[in-house]
């Protein structure tokens, strides 16, 4: 659990060094050349650094102790700076990037030394490749060779799907740029440059989308990582204390999860032995999953005027 957060860390530092100098070289750019697309792609690293900054703030508030207000602690706060970075990415970062790239439409002006701009974009995008090789570096330690698309719609780890979003839109991004500027430096039409400005928004607002959506789905609250889920489930079916599973509820809490088991337990000679043959299960779940802070274990078992909603409980993995 501990290297989960080391890896993210470490990841959104590659991304805010990396940012801080594209953003500046932007912002130089763009006002030598006039160039809209550039002045966008500005914005936009500009927006990235921020973003980074709120999730930096987000781990650090996540390791917050618990108490009585908030018993079982902070973790779910990366969440909050999560959604925070991503209406960042769709407004400041998109939105801007369309109204400037409008306004160059309707207001064209022709650019000056477009070789600064394109040597410039073509830092970055190295910048930008280190960045993105960091992130990816540190999604492979824990993707279990699961595909990056497939990672990155299972994953429980915002900060490190938000730093990874982030890199691929600036990419794409610095190439549209890239091919507006270089577009407008052949033809000398500037509205080529405002079209790049525009599609670069258009690529931040589709990437914003999509990465609000994951993390909706963590702020509504969803299960451990479906292969955590499946293994806690085998081992609790596997020790010789548990008869079978009634019901287990997973749930990623941050970087902990918390557990809910109904479970009917093999009989034992007095009422102490059960509850020691819990403890034993939950110790094991504990010993071999340490991200498991919280596990709540239900004795139960199943009878025919049991008012039980079979079709709720299959509904489980």
């Known amino acids: 659990m501990a290297s989960h957060a080391e890896g993210s860390t470490k990841a959104i530092f590659y991304a805010l060094g990396a940012n801080g100098g594209i953003a500046l070289a932007k912002f130089a750019a763009s006002l030598y050349t006039g160039s809209g697309a ?6 936009h690293s ?3 650094c921020t973003n980074q900054i709120f999730l930096l703030i987000g781990l650090k508030e996540a390791k917050k102790s618990a108490n009585q207000a908030h018993p079982m602690g902070y973790g779910r706060v990366v969440y909050f700076w999560a959604m925070m970075v991503a209406l960042l990415l769709f407004f400041v970062g998109g939105a801007f990037s369309v109204m400037e790239g409008i306004k160059h439409l309707q207001h064209p002006e022709p650019l000056n030394s477009t070789w600064v701009a394109m ?6 995008v190295v910048l930008e490749a280190f960045s ?4 990816m570096t540190e999604i492979r330690k824990i993707s279990n060779g699961k595909s990056f698309v497939r990672w990155f719609r299972e994953t429980r780890q915002s900060e490190l799907m938000v730093v990874a979003g982030e890199d691929i839109a600036a990419l794409a991004g610095l190439t549209f740029a890239f091919i507006a500027v270089l577009l407008t430096t052949i033809t000398g039409n500037p509205l080529w440059d405002a079209c790049g400005s525009i599609l670069v928004g258009i690529l931040l607002m589709i990437v914003a989308i999509v990465v609000i959506r994951e993390v909706k789905a963590m702020v509504t609250g969803e299960s451990a990582a479906p292969e955590v889920h499946a ?5 609790i079916e596997s020790q010789p204390e548990v008869e079978r599973i009634i019901n287990l509820i997973s749930m990623q809490w941050g970087e902990q999860v918390m557990l809910a088991v109904q479970a009917e337990m093999r009989p034992q000679p007095s009422d102490t032995a059960l509850v020691d043959a819990i403890n034993r299960v939950e110790a094991g779940i504990q010993r071999q999953w340490p991200q498991v802070k919280w596990c709540f274990f239900e004795p139960d078992h199943i009878c025919r005027n049991k008012q039980t909603d079979e079709s709720e409980l299959s509904s489980y993995p």
């Open 46 to 48: 500009l927006a990235d």
């Open 38 to 43: 550039m002045l966008a792609e500005a914005i």
């Open 119 to 124: 040597v410039v974009l073509g830092i970055s």
């Open 132 to 135: 993105l090789y960091g992130a």
């Open 231 to 235: 293994a806690i489930k085998h081992f």
